[in-house]
């Protein structure tokens, strides 16, 4: 796939640059309402103003892009807030999305422990919910990646 990739990004190079090479004729641009005048090849004033245009348009999306950042460190103080509190612990604080000892991980809807058939018998480990969150102690000897289902609820895909 990163050969295609490149493949794709020489092509669009030598299109450009034959683009280029073939517009090399002098253009002129004026300033309304004064004499000034600049000549330069076609090329030079589409880079110039294609650079321009990018520039404002990084500039535009500066502060959509630190209030973005302010909302996620927010969300992110609120949730550890709300499993402090409730004496939780999210998943990805763990480590391991498996669990411990490399268990099966559950379901994790709240309703009973994590069910989990590993690699060497029944998984162990806590059931992880949807939000990441422990919801429930592991059940079984074995140790292994378990499958991750509890019995009595199906799998959330």
Not at 61 to 81: D, S, W
Not at 93 to 120: E, F, H, I, Q, S
């Amino acid at each position: 796939m990163k050969l295609l990739a490149w493949v794709f990004r020489l092509f669009v190079f030598l299109i450009l640059l034959l683009f280029a090479m073939s517009n090399t004729e002098l253009a002129t641009v004026r300033l309304w309402g004064a004499n000034l005048a600049w000549s330069a090849p076609l090329v030079l004033f589409l880079l110039g103003f294609f650079a321009a245009g990018a520039s404002f348009a990084l500039l535009a999306i500066v502060p959509t892009l630190f209030r973005q950042r302010r909302e996620i460190a927010r969300l992110r103080q609120g949730l550890q807030a709300q499993t402090s509190t409730a004496g939780l612990t999210p998943a990805s604080a763990r480590g391991d999305p498996a669990g411990p000892g490399g268990g099966a991980t559950g379901n994790g809807l709240g309703a009973g422990p994590a069910m989990g058939l590993g690699a060497a018998g029944p998984g162990v480990g806590p059931g992880v919910g949807p939000s990441g969150l422990v919801v429930g102690p592991g059940a079984g000897p074995g140790t292994g990646p378990g499958t991750g289902l509890d019995p009595a609820i199906p799998p959330v895909v």
